[in-house]
Structures are given as C-alpha cells and as structure tokens.
C-alpha cells in the first residue's frame, strides 16, 4: 500500500533555512508527479512546488528564487529546500504524488499526513 511520509518540519526564525523530504514507500515504480502543498490557517491549499520525472520544476511565484525542490527517482524521494524563510510560509506543507498525469490544483493520488512549519521570531 502506497504511502508517503514527510519530515523536517519546525521553527524557525525568520531569514532562516529548513529542509523537508517525503519519501514513498509500497510501491516499486517511481511517481511521475511529486510535489508540496501547503494550507495555512483561513487558506487555500497551493502548490508551493512540484516535479514531473524528467521535467522541469514548477513553483508558486510567492517562493520563486527561495524554495527549491528536487527528487530522486530510484529512492522514490522529494525534498524541499526553503531558505529566507518568511512569517508568510507558515504553514502545514504536505507531500503529494501520483503515478500518471495530475490536475495541479487538486493534486495527486497520494497525499503526506503533513508537516508543520513555524516561522516566527
């Protein structure tokens, strides 16, 4: 059974770097969709980043030059690279991937149980 697990959540002060990973697990194919979401309180969930296998990475224009997404395909593993953070990037960050094609404001198949970040002074 398909199930993915996200780590690396915390505090931190702002200007401050965190790194967050989700790996998959139950499966022996790699995902063609892996990404992050995240919903802070009295918002909608957005794709804060996301990579098609072989393709180019998508991000939301708020983390454009800060976050930096990557994955490994034989590990079946994302991860996100959030430096300067700001108070604005608190949220719960989840990891989301599917085996085929995805409608981006949805997301995939398969959903992380979340992760907080905190970014405060």
């Known amino acids: 059974q398909v199930q993915l697990v996200e780590s690396g959540g915390g505090l931190v002060q702002p200007g401050g770097s965190l790194r967050l990973s989700c790996e998959v697990s139950?499966?022996?194919?790699?995902?063609?969709?892996m990404g992050w979401y995240r919903q802070a309180p009295g918002k909608q969930r957005e794709l804060v980043a996301g990579?098609?296998?072989?393709?180019?990475?998508n991000y939301a224009d708020s983390v454009k030059g800060r976050f930096t997404v990557s994955r490994d395909n034989a590990k079946n593993t994302v991860s996100l690279q959030m430096s300067s953070l700001k108070p604005e990037d608190t949220a719960v960050y989840y990891c989301?991937?599917?085996?085929?094609?995805?409608?981006?404001?949805?997301?995939?198949?398969?959903w992380g149980q979340g992760t907080q970040v905190t970014v405060s002074s």
């Open positions: 989301n991937a599917d085996p085929g094609l995805v409608d981006l404001v949805r997301g995939g198949n398969y």
């Open positions: 139950g499966t022996i194919f790699s995902m063609f969709f």
């Open positions: 990579l098609l296998k072989g393709g180019f990475p």
